[in-house]
Nanobody
Framework: QVQLVESGGGLVQPGGSLRLSCAASGIFFRFYVSGWYRQAPGKQRELVAT???????NIADSLKGRITISRDIGKNTVYLEMTRVQPDDTAVYYCNADGGGNDYWGQGTQVTVSS
């Protein structure tokens, strides 16, 4: 059974930083395009960043300069770091692993940016 478990969400002050983690069981991230998407209230789910099997990173244009995505193969975990967060970054952040005809999602972690 495949599980992607996100952690690290919560309340963040504007201008601060956040770090999210996604640990996988049942699959190995190194064999998948893995990454993060987010969905704000009333909006469609959108790409944040992904990391391919060869390590190539893809970051949403609107977020470039504020995002770092990384992968720890030994821990089978993908990380997302975001700096200079703003209220518009408030959303549920989802971990994803895509490959081999399969598309796996975590349950999501809420990030709220507010003072």
């Amino acid at each position: 059974q495949v599980q992607l478990v996100e952690s690290g969400g919560g309340l963040v002050q504007p201008g601060g930083s956040l770090r999210l983690s996604c640990a996988a069981s049942g699959i190995f991230f190194r064999f998948y395009v893995s990454g993060w998407y987010r969905q704000a209230p009333g909006k469609q789910r959108e790409l944040v960043a992904t990391i391919a099997t060869n390590g190539r990173v893809n970051i949403a244009d609107s977020l470039k300069g504020r995002i770092t995505i990384s992968r720890d193969i030994g821990k089978n975990t993908v990380y997302l770091e975001m700096t200079r967060v703003q209220p518009d970054d408030t959303a549920v952040y989802y971990c994803n692993a895509d490959g081999g005809g399969n598309d796996y999602w975590g349950q999501g972690t809420q990030v709220t940016v507010s003072s």
